[in-house]
């Protein structure tokens, strides 16, 4: 039977699936949805890109196995890509390696890296991958906070002081999924000087590098001098290129602990479609135009929103980066709870968000937003939340 498998058994439900198998019936039924709860990018990959895929699909030899790493181009597309934007210089053969997606990534690593027992630090809320990609492989999670703050280095030195064994991995998430949240250097600065400190290796999840807003670009831990001795950066093509489905990313940093990603991996997959490699190293290499472009789209779908849910009644801070919201539920409805609220508000007002407990139990009280709709898609929303606020005895200046 299912639940009696050992792994199987460490996964509880999956609270937004609830959420998402709601939203299907719904649309199933021929109801309009407003979907804002998948980060599924609604917009279409560069022209040229598709181009690149294509022209190399069309050859006969690029349908065999193709190498498990990433082939040699889109390892020094990817060197090249941190050169400009960060000015960190990596070895594409010992520093860089391809993953199918962050997602994978990660996942890959962390069965690399763990063994049953290991004390990993992960956020809490977060992205589950960064909590279950260590569950699935047998470690224990210590929650720490999100936000940056003091509050934040007094957890990591409890958890070192009171964990048993002392914690080897801690995951950050900067913009953070799904609460949107930046650092500056300084920041990086002081975990790289801890982590050295502890002996713990960071694995840095930066996959929404390009989605910052208002001139104030991400910054990369590997910016950090000595980074490279105690991390690893995750970066994603999904939301930088809008390649969500095509699953590219990559890992790059630390040489021993790429090198038992790639170890793994060679024992897990064989690669990424080759066409897929090289389109990767097109969008890497070529016009980055595209990226500007998406990043203004989202600023104006953020501002869109942000001032639209405010006069409906449910306001909102204004994230600065990533393509979500982290909204607090509005504090007449607080006691709802997250998940109960997303079902209503799906039902009551066709607008479907993610019920902040799904990413952990500090996620509750929240909902996180995906600004993957168009601007007057989020002012119908707007309008269908005020009538439903206003059915719950919420006016717009109450809220």
Not at 100 to 128: C, F, Q, R, W
Not at 275 to 282: E, F, G, L, T
Not at 315 to 338: H, N, R, V, Y
Request: aromatic fraction near 10%; charged fraction near 25%.
């Amino acid at each position: 039977m299912e639940d009696e498998f050992y792994r199987i058994k460490r996964l509880p439900p999956y609270v937004i699936a609830e959420v998402n198998a709601m939203r299907a019936a719904a649309r199933a039924a021929g109801r309009d949805i407003i979907d804002l709860g998948m980060g599924n990018p609604d917009l279409p990959p560069p022209s040229h890109v598709i181009d690149k895929l294509c022209e190399v699909a069309r050859k006969d030899d690029a349908h065999g196995y193709s190498a498990s790493s990433g082939i040699p181009g889109v390892r020094r597309a990817q060197a090249n890509y941190y050169g400009r934007r960060f000015g960190v210089e990596l070895d594409p053969e010992t520093e860089v390696v391809m993953t199918m997606g962050s997602k994978e990534g990660l996942a890959s690593l962390a069965t690399a890296i763990t063994a049953p027992g290991d004390v990993v630090l992960a956020p809490n809320p977060s992205y589950p991958i960064h909590t279950f990609g260590f569950i699935i492989a047998g470690a224990t999670i210590r929650s720490v906070p999100t936000t940056p703050d003091e509050r934040y280095w007094e957890s990591l030195d409890r958890a070192m002081k009171y964990s048993v064994p002392r914690p080897s991995v801690l995951i950050v998430n900067y913009p953070g999924n799904p609460t949107a949240e930046t650092v500056d250097l300084a920041f990086y600065e002081r975990l790289v000087a801890w982590a050295k400190e502890n002996k713990v290796w960071v694995l840095s999840d930066l996959a929404y590098s390009e989605l910052y807003f208002d001139g104030n670009p991400t910054r990369s831990i590997l910016e950090v001098p000595g980074a490279k001795d105690v991390a690893v950066e995750f970066t994603s093509m999904s939301k930088t290129f809008s390649m969500a489905g095509w699953r590219v990313g990559f890992a790059v940093g630390n040489p021993k602990l790429i090198a038992a990603l790639k170890r793994v991996k060679s024992y897990l997959d064989y690669g990424a479609f080759t066409p897929i490699q090289a389109a990767a190293c097109a969008a890497l290499n070529g016009p980055q135009d595209i990226v500007q472009k998406n990043r203004e789209l989202y600023q104006k779908r953020r501002d869109v929103m942000v001032e639209a849910f405010g006069r409906a009644g449910w306001e909102i801070p204004s994230p600065k980066a990533s393509m979500f919201a982290w909204a607090p539920l509005p504090p007449a409805l607080k006691d709802m709870g997250s998940l109960e609220f997303s079902k209503q508000l799906l039902t009551q007002a066709e607008v479907a968000v993610a019920p902040g407990v799904g990413y952990g139990e500090d996620g509750e009280g929240f909902v996180r937003i995906a600004m993957v709709e168009n601007e007057q898609r989020l002012r119908q929303a707007a309008r269908n939340i005020k009538r439903y606020l206003a059915s719950m005895g919420v006016n717009a200046s109450a809220a």
